[in-house]
């Protein structure tokens, strides 16, 4: 990873911009492409290391579905439950891909988690 200091700083910045916009969210999480914490913010810390390693299957999964399907590259996924949602955003920052995992209750706006995810992801690609 190049510049792990100024990685490190956006991922914080991208991940306090979620939890200022977003109310219940109960976590966030960046990680590498394959699955190792970068970032995280948690209720629960025991979480990160599983939310990191699901989150990396679960982005491997939506892009041999894109591909499959003829829809392309995968952008984000979205699995809502009975007690909320997480949404898993892609981002690439220079050669490297990253993902943003979003877990919310469930009287979180699905909307306005997707909308400030893709801030943070923004935050994330300037490298």
């Known amino acids: ?3 792990k200091e100024s990685l490190l ?15 219940s ?3 966030v999480v960046i990680s590498t492409g394959d699955g190792f914490e970068v970032a995280a913010r948690v209720e629960d810390a025991t979480q990160i290391t599983r939310m990191s390693a699901m989150a990396s299957s ?4 939506g892009a041999l579905a894109g591909e499959e399907n003829g829809l392309g590259d995968c952008k984000n996924m979205i699995i809502e439950s009975e007690s909320g949602m997480l949404v898993i955003l892609q ?4 050669a490297e891909t990253f993902i943003l995992s979003v877990i919310a209750g469930s009287d979180a706006v ?18």
């Open 1 to 3: 990873m190049q510049n």
């Open 9 to 23: 700083s956006d991922a914080q910045a991208a991940i306090d911009l979620v939890l200022a916009e977003v109310r």
């Open 25 to 27: 969210v109960k976590a």
């Open 58 to 61: 679960l982005s491997a999964l």
């Open 91 to 94: 981002v690439q920052r220079g």
């Open 110 to 127: 699905v909307g306005q988690i997707i909308f400030f995810a893709k801030q943070a992801a923004r935050i994330l690609q300037i490298a």
